[in-house]
């Protein structure tokens, strides 16, 4: 079988927090020991209720954080051990779209500049150059010319999202980490988001990690599913499995709220 | 257009009020500038009277104060009893005066804490970051007065700068060159105490409001698509953290009158500081007064500067609310 394109070995986070007058700190595990590995062109979806250590993970993954033990390989590159000017080809080969897209973009940027922001940072072509890619990844994600020369704060909650995803997959990456993309937003521009992020995968052959307090989004978005809970990897299956055969009793909560009354249909794969 | 027109008309009527309240306080507390001269014998009462009448100090205190504004509107704030002249001509030779020191002053000021602060920011915890807290901490207690007065003796001591003045006695037959070396040498010492004396306190803000932004998920992103160091800092770190330190420009700007007072007195500097102790003491009070309203009006300029610069920088405030 063809070796993952992500294998997260072992990976520990400990945040550290000094107490007020006191030279003594208090430890706060955000990752305890998480293992899993995604293969080239598939989804695994990251599941886990707030504070189960999820983002942390999308952050180290995405080298924005440095763990504090264990090894990230990306093919076979050992992610932990590069310093940041070894890290930048891999800056452009994986990306991470920010859990909160408004937060995420420069106030000051026109809608264009945000997209050409990572092309700029990372010396691609002319200024003008830079301009028509922004352009047409804005396209490519659905959003009309017309949108360019506005400010993110004049966009809507899911203009922005596609904006973000323009902006992610602008340096043609091979690995995007979703970090909770459909937060903030209502029920229909979840399903266009989500059909975007499918289509964009299948036209660049994409790998996400996707990171979802949800379980119904995850089990149609993804191909295969990890429970984490306090920093732990508690369970690895596919979505079917997920949701017949749930082995542990916090995934069958997690299922039963997604299934509960009042919810959209949990279908396994494909677009919603 | 018409935001900065009713920001004009407000800072009018509170530089009015100011007059008022200013005008009303200092003709309220005991005593006047010709009280003194009542106490010598060779001084006929008859001739003090004369002497404030001439000066309108025997009319009722709104009429005083109608004669007062007619002045201000012809340019001259009023008339000052010690020097017998119009306080404008006394006071725009000092104001320059004071400006130049201030501006230079805070620019240097503001250089060096934007610098270190964003600096020390990316730093947190490092020695340098340390080096530098302990180094804000340590000026930020010591009085600006014992800085002046430790520079001074350090002047007086060693003779590598003039201790007073603002130039040589031969300074009008210096060349051009020279003259410019004088002045800054002359400038060193009080510049220096009033930028020790305002670094740590722009410092300490421009540190936490870096620090912070650094935080920010745009800047966080930026460094996900591998920004450099120095670009991250200053492309991306020190513009968003921009609005609170305009704000604080602003309020800055508002001190460039007021902000050397007690250097300029202790160093000797020709500003306004010493003309004011100077009239406060012997009760001249309209030069007071149009110290007070001066300063005022570059406090409510400065606000005015600060918004119009917020205005321009983000975006965020142009759009209207929906």
């Not at chain 1, 990171?211 to 119904?216: E, S």
């Not at chain 2, 009542?38 to 104060?65: C, E, F, H, K």
């Not at chain 2, 003039?162 to 410019?180: H, T």
């Not at chain 2, 770190?237 to 009158?257: I, M, Q, R």
């Amino acid at each position: 079988m063809e070796e993952p394109l992500l294998q997260v070995r072992e990976l520990t986070k400990t945040y550290t927090q000094h107490r007020f007058l006191s030279h003594k700190r208090r430890e706060i595990p955000a990752l305890r020991g998480v293992t899993l590995s995604i293969h080239r062109g598939c989804t695994l979806a990251l599941v886990g209720e707030s504070g189960s250590g999820k983002s942390a993970l999308a952050r180290c993954v995405a080298r924005l954080e440095d763990a504090t033990t264990g090894q990230i390989w990306f093919g076979d590159t050992d992610l932990t051990t590069l310093n940041s000017a070894q890290l930048k080809p891999f800056r452009c080969r994986i990306q991470l779209l920010l859990q909160d897209s408004a937060a995420a973009m420069n106030p000051n940027f026109l809608a264009w500049e945000v997209v050409a922001e990572p092309l700029g940072i990372q010396q691609r072509g002319t200024p003008g150059q830079q301009k028509v890619k922004a352009l047409e990844m804005m396209d490519q994600v659905g959003l009309p010319k017309t949108l360019a020369e506005r400010h993110p704060h004049e966009l809507s909650g899911g203009q922005r999202q596609r904006l973000a995803i323009a902006r992610a997959v602008v340096l043609d990456p091979e690995f995007l980490v979703l970090d909770e993309p459909f937060v903030g937003l209502d029920v229909s521009v979840q399903a266009q988001i989500g059909n975007l992020l499918l289509t964009i995968q299948r036209e660049r052959s994409l790998t996400y990690l996707l990171i979802a307090h949800d379980l119904a989004l995850a089990i149609s978005l993804s191909d295969e599913i990890a429970v984490i809970h306090s920093g732990t990897i508690i369970e690895n299956a596919t979505p079917s499995e997920i949701l017949q055969t749930p082995r542990q009793s916090y995934t069958t909560q997690l299922v039963a709220a997604a299934c509960g009354p009042g919810v959209r249909r949990a279908g396994t794969g494909g677009a919603l | 257009m018409r935001y900065l027109l009713r920001r004009v008309v407000h800072g009018a009527v509170v530089l009015v009020a100011v007059s008022i309240l200013s005008f009303l306080l200092l003709h309220l507390a005991p005593g006047e500038f010709f009280a003194e001269m009542r106490l010598n014998p060779q001084i006929a009462p008859g001739t003090v009277d004369a002497l404030r009448a001439q000066y309108g100090l025997d009319r009722a205190l709104p009429v005083q104060y109608g004669l007062w504004m007619r002045s201000v509107l012809k340019g001259e704030f009023g008339y000052s009893f010690a020097y017998n002249q119009p306080v404008s001509s006394l006071l725009w030779p000092r104001v320059r005066n004071t400006l130049l020191l201030n501006t230079v002053a805070l620019v240097i000021a503001w250089l060096l804490a934007v610098t270190l602060g964003t600096w020390s920011a990316a730093r947190p915890g490092k020695w340098e970051d340390r080096l530098c807290a302990i180094t804000s901490s340590t000026l930020l207690v010591i009085p600006d007065l014992m800085l002046a007065l430790a520079l001074l003796m350090l002047a007086v001591r060693t003779r590598w700068f003039p201790a007073g003045g603002m130039v040589a006695i031969d300074f009008a037959d210096l060349s051009a060159g020279s003259k410019v070396k004088d002045l800054g040498a002359h400038l060193f010492l009080p510049a220096t105490v009033i930028v020790l004396g305002t670094f740590p306190l722009l410092y300490r803000h421009v540190r936490s409001s870096v620090s912070e932004s650094l935080t920010l998920p745009f800047v966080r992103a930026a460094r996900g698509y591998g920004i450099r160091r120095t670009q991250l800092l200053f492309r991306q770190a020190l513009p968003a953290a921009a609005n609170p330190l305009v704000s604080l420009l602003g309020l800055s700007f508002g001190t460039l009158l007021s902000a050397s007072l007690l250097v300029e007195v202790v160093l000797g500097w020709p500003g306004l500081g010493p003309m004011l102790l100077e009239s406060i003491l012997s009760r001249d009070v309209y030069v007071v007064i149009a110290v007070v309203l001066l300063s005022a009006a570059l406090v409510i300029l400065g606000g005015l500067l600060a918004d119009v610069l917020l205005y321009w920088s983000d975006p965020r405030i142009r759009t209207d609310a929906p």
